[in-house]
């Protein structure tokens, strides 16, 4: 069975950084497309950040750009999202998801068909 586990998240004051990392259980993340998406509360899940099977590629959502870096590292299994500068308007639910696609597309919730709980981040003095 095909399990994602996100973890990383907690409070942190503006300003502050948090890593969040998305672990693969039952699979190898090397065939798929990670994404990172979050979603407020009253919002939809948007995307933040999705990176190719290989790395080599990567989009980013224009609210966190320069602030998230996402990576990876396939020998561990693992999906990185290093946040910075982090703002009360991150505050979320943060998820990753995985995608068998052929190809890197759209960092978009309906190309991603595997998804875990949830990590929830908090941006509050």
């Known amino acids: 069975q095909l399990q994602l586990v996100e973890s990383g998240g907690g409070l942190v004051q503006p300003g502050g950084s948090l890593r969040l990392s998305c672990a693969a259980s039952?699979?190898?993340?090397?065939?798929?497309?990670i994404g990172w998406f979050r979603q407020a509360p009253g919002k939809e899940r948007e995307g933040v950040s999705c990176?190719?099977?290989?790395?080599?590629?990567?989009n980013y959502a224009d609210s966190v750009k320069g602030r998230f870096t996402i990576s990876r590292d396939n020998a561990k299994d693992t999906v990185y999202l290093q946040m910075n500068s982090l703002k009360p308007e991150d505050t979320a639910i943060y998820y990753c998801?995985?995608?068998?696609?052929?190809?890197?597309?759209?960092?978009?919730?309906?190309?991603?068909?595997?998804w875990g709980q949830g990590t929830q981040v908090t941006v509050s003095a």
């Open positions: 990176i190719s099977r290989s790395g080599g590629s990567t």
């Open positions: 039952g699979f190898t993340l090397d065939y798929y497309h």
């Open positions: 998801a995985a995608s068998p696609s052929l190809l890197f597309r759209l960092c978009a919730v309906r190309e991603y068909d595997y």
